[in-house]
C-alpha cells in the first residue's frame, strides 16, 4: 500500500477500488510498514486509519517487576483501585447538559425529513462526538498510568453488552396485550450509566497499552467482590450500607469505600489465580 507525503500536515494513500485518497496526517509515517487501511465515517467527517507494524515487541519484564493493583469499575466512580485511589471525570458540563435536552426536545418536535431537523440533529451529534472523545481520553490516560506503574492489573471479567441489554417484556397471563412490570426504567438508567463510564473502553485500552509495558491483565469472576470483606472474607449483603460505604458486619474493621473494598478483592483473587497457575504472584 503505497503512501506518499504531500506537505508536513497531508499525505495521501492509494487504496483499492478508490485510488488516490487525500488526508491529513495526524502522524508522521516515515519508516513504518503499512499492513492494511480501514476507511469509516462519523457524521459529515470520513477518516482512514492505518494500521503499521512499529517494530516494538512486548519487554520480557515489566520495569516495576511485583508491582499489582486491583481495579474496581463503578457507575458513580469510573475506576477504584486497591490503593485507595479513586479515579473519576464528568465527562460533560452541567451547561452542556441542559443544552442537550434543550436539543433534543426540539428534535422531538421538529418535521422530519426538514432542513431545521437536520441542523439540530448536527448539534447534538456533535456534542455527543464530544463527550466520546472525553470518554475515550480519560480512559486510554488512565489504563495508561496502571499499566506502566504496575505488572499485574486484576479486573472483573464483566460482559458489558450483555449487562446492558435492554429490560425483555413479560406478558400479563391474565390479560392479554398487557406486560407487567418489568423494571426496564431503572435498567434503562443503569445502562447509560454503565455505558457513560466507558467500562468496555478502559478495559479495551489497559489491553491494548499492556503490549508496550509487559503488565499482565487479569480478569477474575465478579462474584460477591463488592459484598466479601476484603479482610476476614465474610459475605454478606448487610454489610454494603450504601453505594460508597462497606462496613463487615462480622469484624471490626473501620468502615471503608466500598469500591476499594471491592477492588482489594479483586487483586486478591486475581493473585491467587496467578499462584494457582505457577507463576510468581
Request: aromatic fraction near 6%; hydrophobic fraction near 40%.
Amino acid at each position: 500500500m503505497a503512501v506518499q507525503k504531500l506537505n508536513r500536515r497531508h499525505a495521501r494513500v492509494k487504496l483499492p477500488k478508490l485510488g488516490w485518497v487525500k488526508f491529513r496526517a495526524s502522524r508522521s509515517l516515515d519508516g513504518e510498514t503499512i499492513r492494511s487501511a480501514t476507511v469509516s465515517r462519523d457524521g459529515r467527517h470520513w477518516f482512514v486509519s492505518l494500521l503499521v507494524d512499529d517494530g516494538v515487541s512486548t519487554p520480557a519484564e515489566h520495569r516495576a517487576p511485583g508491582t499489582a493493583v486491583g481495579v474496581d469499575r463503578g457507575v458513580v466512580v469510573a475506576v477504584a483501585t486497591s490503593d485507595g485511589e479513586l479515579i473519576d471525570r464528568n465527562f460533560t458540563t452541567a451547561g452542556e447538559r441542559r443544552r442537550a435536552v434543550v436539543l433534543q426536545r426540539k428534535l422531538s418536535r421538529a418535521a422530519k425529513g426538514s432542513v431545521n431537523r437536520g441542523k439540530i440533529a448536527g448539534k447534538l451529534r456533535k456534542f455527543r462526538e464530544a463527550e466520546r472523545d472525553r470518554r475515550e481520553d480519560f480512559c486510554v490516560k488512565t489504563a495508561h498510568r496502571l499499566a506502566y506503574a504496575n505488572a499485574v492489573v486484576v479486573c472483573e471479567d464483566l460482559k458489558t453488552r450483555t449487562m446492558t441489554r435492554r429490560a425483555r417484556a413479560v406478558e400479563d397471563p391474565c390479560h392479554a396485550g398487557r406486560f407487567l412490570a418489568n423494571g426496564a426504567a431503572s435498567k434503562s438508567g443503569l445502562n447509560r450509566a454503565i455505558l457513560g463510564k466507558g467500562w468496555y473502553r478502559f478495559e479495551r485500552a489497559l489491553t491494548s497499552v499492556s503490549r508496550y509495558t509487559g503488565t499482565q491483565v487479569i480478569k477474575v469472576p465478579a462474584a460477591f467482590t463488592s459484598l466479601r470483606c476484603s479482610v476476614c472474607g465474610h459475605v454478606d449483603p448487610k454489610s454494603r450500607e450504601s453505594q460508597a460505604v462497606f462496613r463487615c458486619t462480622h469484624c471490626s474493621r473501620p468502615a471503608e469505600h466500598a469500591e476499594v473494598n471491592a477492588a482489594k478483592n479483586i487483586m486478591a483473587a486475581g493473585l491467587l489465580a496467578v499462584s494457582a497457575c505457577g507463576d510468581d504472584p
